[in-house]
Structures are given as C-alpha cells and as structure tokens.
C-alpha cells in the first residue's frame, strides 16, 4: 500500500469534518475490502479520473448520517429530508476536494457526488476494485471511508517492472 495515496484521503477526512462539523475523527486500524457489501446503510460516492481512477465513498450507518447530515446543514433532519442526501454528497465532495489537492504530482478529476440510500445496497461500479477502509470514529458515530484507487501514471514508486500497486490494484506502466 503506497501511504502517499492514501494519506491525502485520511487528511480529507479529518481536516473536512474538524473545519465543516467542528469534530474530531479517529481513524483505527484500516483493513482491505474486496467484496461489494456495503458497510452501512448510506454511501456518498465521489469517482476520481485522469492519472488516478477510482472512488473515494462515505459509508456511514442510518444514525451517523442523520446526525453528520444535521450538524453540517444546521438543521435536524432524518433520511426523508429533502437536504439529507445533499448535505452528505458535499461532505464527500470536500474530503474528495481536499484528498485530490493533496495527490502530488497526479492530475485528477472528481465527479459530481452520488448518495445511495438504503440497507444492503451495492455499488455496481465498484464491483471488481478492491479498497482499502478506513474506519472512523467521532462524537457524531462510528462511518468508514472506502478508497479505491489505480495510479494510471507512472511515478517514482513504479518498481522496475513499471508497476504500482494501490489499494491491491496493480496497474502495468508499459501498456
């Protein structure tokens, strides 16, 4: 796992939500995901292109949402609300703002956000790409972010065959 493409996502996480919802987040020990089950009950999903193709998602339980919805929109709000899937699609678009400004030396693009509402959901683009998880606690609830990411573009962490791995995602430089 190449930490310089994922540390930009951890810094996201945390700067975004200390800045927007005055909260602190813990990250414990991250873990590799290979299967399509979603972690929880909503995922806000931001693809990345360009030198690095992928996606970064928050995939947060019912109760978090709610809660990390409300203290971002300053209002109380419930999965119903008109603004939930909004106030949980920017928040993944600043971490995924934050993360892209940070990934030195690739250019990418992000997406508009994509918010997916509902227990045992998949995300059918995400199917064959494996991602690290990040799990994250705050005052706010237990959520987790999932990064997907294959570097496209050859760097100095290319081994002698012009390979980089990713996330488990090996992408060959010479093709």
């Known amino acids: 796992m190449d930490v310089r493409y994922i540390n930009p996502f951890i810094e996201g996480v945390k700067h975004v939500f200390f800045t927007m ?11 590799v995901k290979a299967d399509t089950e979603s972690l929880a009950d909503v995922s806000a999903v931001i693809s ?3 030198d690095a193709t992928g996606s970064v998602t928050l995939c947060l339980p019912l109760q978090s949402a709610v809660r990390i919805a409300s203290k971002f929109a300053g209002v109380e709000m ?10 949980l699609g920017e928040l993944a678009n ?11 030396g690739l250019m990418c693009n992000i997406s508009i956000p994509h918010v997916v509402i509902g227990k045992d959901h998949v995300l059918p683009s995400m199917r ?5 998880v990040l799990p994250c606690d705050s005052t706010l609830g237990r959520f987790w972010v999932e990064v997907g990411l294959v570097v496209k ?3 100095a962490g290319a081994d002698a065959g012009g390979q980089t791995k990713v996330g ?4 060959d430089q010479g093709a």
Not at 21 to 31: D, G, V
Not at 78 to 87: E, V, Y
């Open 21 to 31: 919802l005055e909260t602190e987040i813990f990250i414990s020990k991250p873990f």
């Open 48 to 50: 990345l292109s360009g």
């Open 78 to 87: 419930s999965k119903d609300h008109k603004d939930f899937a909004d106030a």
């Open 94 to 104: 600043m971490v995924a703002g934050h993360a892209k400004s940070k990934l030195d």
């Open 128 to 132: 064959t790409m494996t991602k690290l």
């Open 153 to 155: 573009r050859p760097s």
């Open 168 to 171: 488990a995602q090996v992408v």
